[in-house]
């Protein structure tokens, strides 16, 4: 149980277009979802924390414009990279909440590669 | 100075032996103390939990959280080469709620 997924896995993309991520919660209910960054050999950074029906909440830094995040039901929540430039390339990871214990469950992340 | 801070490595050890993976923090709301293992290109998955300070054991996983020092660790005995990843701390003040990760450390079991 608790299985969260993430498509695409990986994804290259140009300079300028746009990439969806959606992370899924399989199994359970998600009151609250998470998007992390992840640079090579560097630690997870929050990006921002979503909750079901309501706007995301945004880490200081993280522009909200550019990272779109929509949490459109308690199993789906989507990131949207827009306008992606070279220094977007990363590794994209969520994680689900089920509320009423203290254990996210994360995704196994997208590649963004922006050329 | 970082919130969370792990020793990058890389650590190499043989397999069998002991090994010691440590965090300091400098946060004393942080009562929720976990470990994850992370394989290449892969989301990270939970090793251990711990709330507030002492010990708790699960098979070959120790994991010892030190309020007082603000020091975790996680030690993994008699260690396998499936055992090679990059060990994550975590921690967060509020339960589920905006974990805070150290920067990982890459481990290598040599067989």
């Known amino acids: 149980g608790a299985v969260v997924s993430q498509h695409p896995s990986r994804v290259i993309c140009k300079s300028g277009t746009s990439v969806k991520i959606e992370c899924r919660s399989l199994?359970?209910?998600?009151?609250?979802m998470f998007w992390y960054r992840q640079f090579p050999k560097k630690s997870l950074m929050l990006m921002a924390t979503s909750n079901e029906g309501s706007k995301a909440t945004y880490e200081q830094g993280v522009e909200k414009d550019k990272f779109l995040i929509n949490h459109a039901s308690l199993t789906l929540s989507t990131l949207t990279v827009t306008s992606a430039h070279p220094e977007d390339s990363s590794f994209y990871i969520c994680s689900a909440w089920p509320g009423g214990t203290y254990e996210q469950y994360f995704g196994p992340g997208t590649r963004l590669t922006v050329t | 100075q970082k919130e969370v801070e792990q020793d990058p490595g890389p650590l190499s050890v043989p397999e069998g032996a002991i090994v010691s993976l440590n965090c300091t923090y400098s946060?004393?709301?942080?009562?929720?103390f976990m470990w994850y293992r992370q394989y290449s290109r892969k989301g990270p998955e939970l090793l251990m939990y711990?709330?507030?300070?002492g010990n708790k054991e699960d098979g070959r996983f120790t994991a010892q959280v030190d309020k007082s020092s603000k020091y975790i660790s996680l030690f993994i005995r008699d260690s396998q080469p499936s055992d090679s990843a990059t060990y994550l701390c975590?921690?967060?003040?509020?339960?589920?709620?905006?974990?805070?990760f150290g920067q990982g450390t890459r481990l290598t079991i040599n067989p």
């Open positions: 199994d359970f209910q998600a009151t609250t």
């Open positions: 975590a921690m967060s003040a509020g339960g589920a709620q905006k974990l805070v």
């Open positions: 711990t709330y507030s300070s």
């Open positions: 946060n004393s709301a942080f009562q929720y």
